[in-house]
């Protein structure tokens, strides 16, 4: 039973690009999360999504990022046209519908921005 | 400032010895979690508290939740080089289950 499965693991962009994170839950977990850790800080939410629905972005900037889980495939975060403060680890967790159960990160992706 | 705090933020110790990390919270905490990260790799997750009061142990990974909910403690007892990394809690604190919010985490570096 694989864990949480991210690609790619690292990922270098040109300023102006654009960035596809791509993220696999655990086999039977229906809730992805994704979280962003800059240098030297914490992880920061960033967006709640079950399958074909997005419940909290919160924590997402509003403009050149959006985020997917679709009905079949693995979940996606999306930056266009990135910027160097871009850069950062990202990660993804999966969780299973019943509360209480914690979550499952992946290794995430490090996302350079040149 | 964090919402929160962990403390210390970096922690050298020598092989063997004990070592505590804590977790403070402002508010009620309705679940807390500890996950330990090394250099450019993935959170490996260590143990989930959710009652006041509540102990759980791994191997020889301690941690702890305090009656009033709002600090946890992680103590590893006779430390060995595969524990050095970074130790960062998450907490629940709106009781939502999700969105957690994220100390800072503590380097933790373990001497020969």
């Known amino acids: 039973n694989a864990g949480v499965m991210q690609n790619p693991r690292h990922l270098v962009r040109r300023r102006g690009q654009e960035a596809r994170l791509r993220c696999s839950p655990v086999?039977?977990?229906?809730?992805v999360y994704w979280y962003r850790q800059l240098p030297e800080e914490g992880l920061k939410f960033m967006v709640y999504l079950q399958k074909e629905n997005i419940i909290d972005e919160s924590g997402m900037p509003k403009e050149r990022f959006s985020a997917e889980f679709p009905k079949e495939g693995p979940s996606i975060l999306r930056i266009q046209q990135v910027v160097r403060g871009d850069s950062a680890a990202y990660f993804c967790a999966s969780s299973p519908p019943e509360v209480g159960y914690g979550y499952t990160f992946g290794s995430g992706t490090r996302l350079t921005v040149v | 400032s964090q919402e929160l705090e962990q403390s210390p933020q970096s922690l050298i110790v020598q092989e063997g010895k004990n070592l505590t990390i804590n977790c403070t919270s402002s508010?009620?905490?309705?679940?807390l979690y500890w996950y330990k990260q090394k250099y450019g790799e993935g959170l490996i997750f260590l143990m989930m508290l959710q009652k006041g009061g509540e102990e759980k142990s791994h191997e020889k990974i301690t941690a702890k939740l305090d009656e009033k909910k709002q600090q946890s403690s992680l103590h590893i007892t006779a430390s060995q080089p595969s524990h050095a990394g970074i130790y960062l809690c998450g907490a629940d604190i709106q009781g939502s289950n999700y969105q957690l919010i994220w100390g800072a985490g503590t380097k933790l570096i373990i001497k020969p």
């Open positions: 086999k039977g977990h229906s809730h």
């Open positions: 508010k009620t905490l309705y679940g």
